[in-house]
């Protein structure tokens, strides 16, 4: 059993900088977040971006600047999301390409999504899958049901193997709608991957956060936290920010034996390329 991959989702789609002012929404809130994330332990950065009224954006400028400055000032594995937010078109999620990260997330399915839907259909899935392969960006595949992982054996089967030949994926748990935040819910998905994945991690939305970064980190698997997916650091605490949850999971991983991979050691797990300047 390896250390564990701690991804940071600082950012998100869905919260409003007005109720949370600590959320990282501007550039040079983004690289601080990513710099203080990566001393806590974090290998791995899941962005989607803010405008400059701090609404999200799939604007290509914005995206890249993002890309650009985070690879320039920390070791991270850059990840753009392709999910962006609810109300974003298909075409737009796909360009998120144009910007080079070092991977894109891509999910593995439509889910219910709270009271919106959250769309990605077979013909999106599978362009995205070509496009990343084309490109050399390595996918994380989002898995928000159990449906979800047998559209990801159809990818793989249709497509072959992403860039890299490592498949990784990240279980969405929580999600009002789709797969239940329990520990036995993440087991019976996890039991259910295809041969070809070489590694999982799990991210808790909510009140699910810690049983599951808890049941991840003993399973074996690797873990996702950050303001994306959770808001409370403990009953009645606020998030004062992303490191303070980085922090918490590295803590829990080495108390558990599998302390935070190293950024290199994160870049080998997931078969990443090299685009450090
Ligand atoms: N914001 C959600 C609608 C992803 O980043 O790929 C989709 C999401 C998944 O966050
Ligand atoms: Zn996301």
């Known amino acids: 059993m390896t250390g564990t991959l701690i991804t940071v989702a600082p950012t998100g789609a869905e919260l409003s900088k007005d109720d949370f002012p600590q959320l990282p929404t501007t550039l040079e809130e983004l690289v601080a977040t990513a710099r203080a994330c990566e001393a806590a332990g ?8 803010r405008d400059a009224d701090h609404r999200p954006t799939l604007d290509r400028g914005v995206l890249k600047a993002a890309v650009d400055a985070v690879r320039e000032t920390t070791g991270l594995i850059v990840q753009l999301s392709t999910g962006g937010s609810v109300h974003d078109p298909l075409e737009s999620r796909l360009t998120v390409l ?8 891509l999910t593995c399915g439509t889910t219910n999504f709270g009271d919106d839907v959250f769309l990605n259909p077979w013909g999106f899935m599978s362009d995205l899958y070509v496009e990343a392969q084309r490109r050399e960006i390595v996918p994380e595949f989002e898995l928000f049901d159990l449906g979800h992982i047998f559209a990801l054996g159809r990818l793989i089967e249709t497509h072959g193997l992403p860039y890299g030949g490592k498949v990784h994926v990240d279980f969405v748990t929580g999600v009002p709608g789709a797969m239940p935040g329990t520990p036995a819910a993440l087991m019976a998905a996890a039991a259910v991957l295809p ?13 699910a956060h810690l049983p599951i970064l808890a049941t991840a ?4 698997g690797h873990a996702r936290v950050g303001m994306e997916d959770n808001t409370m650091y403990a009953r009645g605490l606020v998030v004062e920010g992303n490191a303070q949850l980085v922090a918490r999971a590295a803590e829990l991983a080495r108390i558990l034996q599998r302390p935070p991979l190293t950024t290199t050691e994160a870049r080998a797990l997931l078969g990443v390329k090299d685009r450090r300047p």
């Open 195 to 207: 041969p070809e994945v070489t590694s999982w991690s799990a991210t808790g939305i909510g009140r």
């Open 42 to 49: 974090a290998g791995l950065i899941h962005l989607h971006l």
């Open 98 to 105: 144009d910007a080079d990260p070092d991977s894109c997330s």
């Open 217 to 220: 980190i003993a399973a074996g």
